[in-house]
């Protein structure tokens, strides 16, 4: 059951480890790398927080479309948050949407601490609301550069419109640890003592009905 939902989908987790040593960890900005540290240890939810490698790929991604206006939707403890914050530029702006301010706060202080707090407008709120107010603003329709979701994916198509064509859009968790390539059957088995076992085969359906749309 445990490496049904282990985060690493390459041969080995040391070969993982190799690429964060030698890659990943480096290129980390001082105050991602504290918020992650801080994360593990207050959290112990290690493996929900994007990590080191998602960071450096968003910013990557921000950097060469040169965006300035972007929306995330769920923060989590603000790692990919900070990413992005970090890599827009100095007028660059982020409409963020969480319903745990708890989470966010946390981040908070090592947003503040990396001096890119004021970038970030967070929407303590669901984002089906957030996005339908945004929708119905004429002005912010095609206005967003580009989007990131690491939350539920049904407002998909509410990002079609808000994000100009030519813009990006990147889910986070659209393999799933690796479950929605698994049987009915064979999640049943890995999952039969798990305490959100209808939850985790709830979002592994969800998220194969989002991948054959996307498809």
């Known amino acids: 059951m445990a490496s049904t939902f282990e985060k690493n989908i390459l041969k080995t987790p040391a070969l993982l480890g190799y690429i964060f040593q030698t890659n990943s960890y480096p290129r980390e900005h001082e105050q991602l790398k504290k918020l992650r540290e801080a994360t593990v240890t207050n959290y112990n939810q290690s493996s929900v927080m994007s990590v080191a490698v998602d960071g450096q790929l968003l910013s990557m991604l921000l950097k060469v479309m040169n965006a300035k206006k972007t929306i995330e939707v769920?923060?989590?403890t603000t790692y990919s948050l900070l990413s992005t914050a970090l890599a827009i530029p100095a007028n660059g702006h982020i409409i963020t949407i969480d319903t745990n301010r708890e989470a966010f706060e946390f981040g908070l202080e090592?947003?503040?601490?990396?001096?890119?707090?004021?970038k970030i407008n967070f929407i303590n709120s669901d984002a089906y609301s957030v996005l339908n107010d945004l929708i119905n603003n004429e002005k912010e329709i095609g206005r967003f550069e580009f989007a990131f979701v690491d939350a539920a994916k049904e407002d998909f198509i509410k990002l079609l419109k808000l994000?100009?064509?030519?813009g990006v859009i990147a889910y986070d968790n659209s393999l799933w640890c690796g479950t929605v390539a698994q049987t009915l059957e064979e999640l049943h088995q890995n999952l039969d003592d798990h305490p959100r076992r209808d939850m985790l085969i709830k979002?592994?359906?969800?998220?194969?009905?989002?991948?054959?749309?996307?498809?």
């Not at 090592?110 to 004021?118: E, M, N, T, W």
């Open 110 to 118: 090592f947003i503040k601490k990396a001096g890119v707090d004021k």
């Open 74 to 76: 769920g923060v989590f």
């Open 203 to 215: 979002v592994t359906n969800e998220t194969r009905d989002f991948n054959t749309f996307i498809s």
């Open 163 to 166: 994000v100009t064509i030519g």
